[in-house]
């Protein structure tokens, strides 16, 4: 009995590691998403600063997506990890 | 009159473009998908994500082409060099000082006589080989210090001339980190960390970039191997650790201008940030690059995964997926150039904090 719930454990693992990476994607998406808006309005604002401001929208987007990854990370381990 | 034919003329140029890349993509003959066993996706994306004691080149099962690198393992017994063609692709075993076999994640390990995998004396074993990631590492290296090298030379012996050739290539990049990463970051030390900042930049960079080249001696995923990121996090930490002064320790122990029952919370706090930090740059680099490589092997998958089950269909696919997988491409380039640039910029921005020295605003705030 007990080999079978686990089994059944097994096989809810991959699925829920393939929700946490959805929810990973979602997040970057939100976090990112607000980045640019913040990138966007102020280049509006002042047009002159926007090689300053592109700069840095993508470090931090890179920063942004860096936290996107660990729950990536964590997913590939539930399924590459026995 | 002349829009209408120019009009025609690109269409039909769009239809041969395409039609020819289909059929060079459906060159897999049906008879011969039947006789070879099921496409596995995840296997093949493995194979080309880790380490590896060959350095595959083309082809597989009969027709493999690959470059055997050395094995070179020290046990208790002394010390075996031997190439791993000796392995014959995982199938063979070798009688060096052991029996050595290939286990099916690629790593060495003594089996017995029954060909069984003799656990106790695989761990006596100590594996120095120069397996793929050490060999792209080791030329990697070989570039990095040909390129610089030159550079240095080139500057040493015409000190006031105008750069041309790999210096006007080199010297911009070199000048961007020293003011716009070391001397904003870490201010008037800035000269000190240079040369490890210059390394870190360059070395993560040519990897990155030698890691997307699809074709020997490129295609090695050294920086999406976590022990290789985790040397360079390490690095940084062991710089910050050792130059952190008397203001920096306080800050992270002592936290000055906060009430001391917040210190209890506080301090346990920043001593696991000290370590979190270095671990964030590791990960961060790591699937960056990871995933960089995934998404084309996976991409290229489809298409194998998708003949499968109809010739037409994977033709099909093999058009989407190979544009994608060229978008994708020149994302993650633009991906190898910020991952190296932040890499270099938080190690700076942590060194900054760690030989900063004490401001007025540490004082208790009003």
Do not use: C
Not at chain 2, 116 to 136: C, M, P, R, Y
Not at chain 2, 161 to 181: C, T
């Amino acid at each position: 009995m007990l080999n079978t719930v686990l089994l059944e454990v097994g096989q809810t693992g991959y699925g829920l590691a393939a929700i946490g990476a959805g929810l990973a994607a979602m997040g970057a998406g939100i976090g990112i998403g607000q980045i640019g808006k913040g990138a966007v309005e102020a280049i509006a604002r002042q047009p002159e600063a926007m090689n300053d401001i592109r700069a840095n929208m993508i470090l931090t987007a890179a920063l942004v997506e860096g936290a996107a990854f660990f729950a990536i990370v964590i997913g590939m381990l539930v399924v590459f990890i026995k | 009159m002349i829009t209408a034919t120019k009009t025609n003329l690109k269409y039909t140029l769009t239809a041969l473009f395409l039609a020819v890349f289909a059929i060079f993509t459906a060159s897999a003959n049906p008879e011969e998908s039947e006789k070879s066993e099921k496409f596995d996706a995840g296997k093949m994306i493995i194979e080309h994500i880790t380490d590896g004691h060959e350095w595959h080149i083309l082809g597989e099962d009969k027709g493999i082409v690959a470059i055997p690198l050395p094995v070179i393992i020290y046990s208790d017994k002394g010390l075996d060099v031997f190439s791993s063609g000796k392995f014959e692709h995982g199938t063979a075993s070798y009688v060096g000082k052991y029996n050595y076999k290939l286990n099916e994640t690629g790593e060495v390990v003594v089996v017995n006589d029954a060909q069984q995998i003799d656990e106790a004396a695989t761990k006596k074993l100590w594996d120095f080989s120069i397996t793929k990631n050490v060999a792209s590492l080791l030329l990697s290296a070989f570039l990095l210090l040909y390129v610089f090298l030159t550079v240095a030379a080139t500057y040493k012996r015409n000190p006031n001339v105008a750069p041309k050739g790999m210096q006007s290539f080199v010297e911009p990049i070199i000048l961007f980190i020293r003011d716009d990463v070391a001397k904003n970051s870490i201010g008037p030390k800035y000269l000190k960390f240079m040369p490890y900042l210059l390394t870190v930049f360059f070395f993560i960079l040519f990897n990155n970039l030698l890691g997307m080249i699809p074709v020997f001696p490129g295609g090695a995923n050294l920086t999406g191997n976590i022990a290789v990121t985790m040397v360079l996090a390490v690095i940084t930490f062991i710089i910050v650790t050792v130059n952190g002064n008397k203001h920096y320790w306080g800050h992270i122990l002592a936290m000055p201008g906060v009430p001391k029952w917040v210190l209890i919370i506080l301090t346990p706090i920043e001593i696991f940030g000290v370590f979190l930090r270095p671990s964030v740059l590791m990960i961060r680099l790591f699937a960056n690059m990871l995933a960089g490589h995934i998404i084309p092997l996976a991409l290229f998958a489809l298409i194998f995964i998708f003949a499968a089950m109809n010739i037409g269909l994977g033709m099909g696919v093999s058009v989407l997926s190979v544009a994608f997988a060229v978008f994708m491409g020149l994302l993650e380039l633009l991906v190898a150039f910020i991952q190296a640039y932040v890499f270099t910029l938080l190690s700076a921005i942590y060194f900054g904090a760690a030989v900063e020295e004490a401001h007025s605003h540490d004082e208790s705030i009003v």
